[in-house]
């Protein structure tokens, strides 16, 4: 009797464990949607896209356009959040997000709202909505990072050098602040802390090899072709060269200026200008081996 009792114990037990653990995995099941559209009208999108995820939008008299696309499987409510803010991004809008209210607004106005703002370290996600970033720099000036990421910025965002510790603003979608956050690491690095050296010239003109110079770096970017901070200036009493620079780039300028500076060197601003950038890039690699 007793090991008959315990068998019917252990079947009840397993039969309780598992209408739990399909009860459990039923609960977790998350709810999905099917949306399509083709040529809808954006404020019946986004009634539909309110009802789904609860959101209270508030539109901007000068929203209109229209809403196509067709889904191969439902989308969870996150997935119908993303597609809406896809729809408005191809239309020329984003939203921001107050409280309990996501204003719908044209990107152009973006930047006079007060859209969410990201932390120094606070990583963004790849989304559409603009969010104002905080970037600092430890080596190079806000100048620098400004006029090495401008073209990335989008047509509707902004960027500024920060007031105080030296870092630059940004308003911007999240996706791009991304890539432009990825970029300026590769440029704020110990390395491109400017270094000043002064080259005196013996046989050439010292405000010649300063536009040389100047000339090549403007061209190839630098030595690794990235965009390059370095300021050529003479000095024509001393007839001297005064490079402003960062290591690297320094050290090819220099270089380049020695090889110059030979009596009959024969060698013209013309002719490096007719250098082709990739042949210029070289010839600076060459100089720092």
């Known amino acids: 009797m007793i090991i008959r009792a315990m068998k019917n114990f252990r079947f009840h037990l397993i039969f ?27 404020d019946e999108f986004l009634k539909e896209v309110a009802k789904i995820t609860g959101k209270n939008f508030l539109l901007d008299p000068a929203v209109k356009g229209t809403v196509s696309f067709v889904s191969p499987k439902p989308l969870t409510k996150e997935e119908v ?16 997000e107050h409280q309990a209210i ?8 973006a930047a006079h709202h007060p ?12 989304v559409e909505g603009f969010v104002t970033a905080l970037i600092p720099l430890n080596y190079i000036t806000p100048e620098q990072a400004i006029d090495s990421v401008r073209i990335l910025v989008g047509p509707h ?11 630059v603003v940004i308003i911007d979608t999240e996706a791009n602040i991304a890539r432009i956050r990825k970029l300026i690491s590769r ?12 080259i005196h010239l013996k046989w050439v003109n010292a405000s010649e090899v300063a536009q040389v110079l100047t000339e090549l770096f403007l061209k190839t970017g630098g030595v690794k072709g990235i965009g390059s ?55 600076l690699g060459s100089l720092i081996r």
């Open 16 to 42: 309780v464990l598992v209408f739990l653990a399909t009860t459990v995995a039923w609960s977790g099941a998350e709810k999905t949607y099917r949306l399509e559209a083709d040529n809808k009208p954006l």
């Open 81 to 96: 959040w993303d597609l809406a803010k896809s729809a408005l991004d191809i239309n020329g809008f984003t939203v921001v």
């Open 102 to 109: 996501v204003k719908v607004i044209p990107k152009e106005a």
């Open 115 to 126: 859209v969410p703002t990201l932390g120094p370290t606070q990583v963004p996600m790849v």
């Open 157 to 167: 965002g902004k960027i500024a050098s920060s007031p105080g510790k030296p870092g």
């Open 187 to 198: 440029f704020d690095v110990k390395s491109a802390r400017l270094q000043v050296d002064v």
């Open 229 to 283: 901070a370095s300021r050529f200036t003479s000095e024509e009493r001393s007839n001297s060269i005064i490079i402003r620079a960062p290591f690297i780039d320094g050290k090819a300028a220099k270089e380049l200026a020695l090889k110059l500076d030979q009596q009959d060197s024969g060698i013209t601003v013309r002719k490096l200008r007719d250098m082709d950038a990739e042949s210029a890039r070289q010839l």
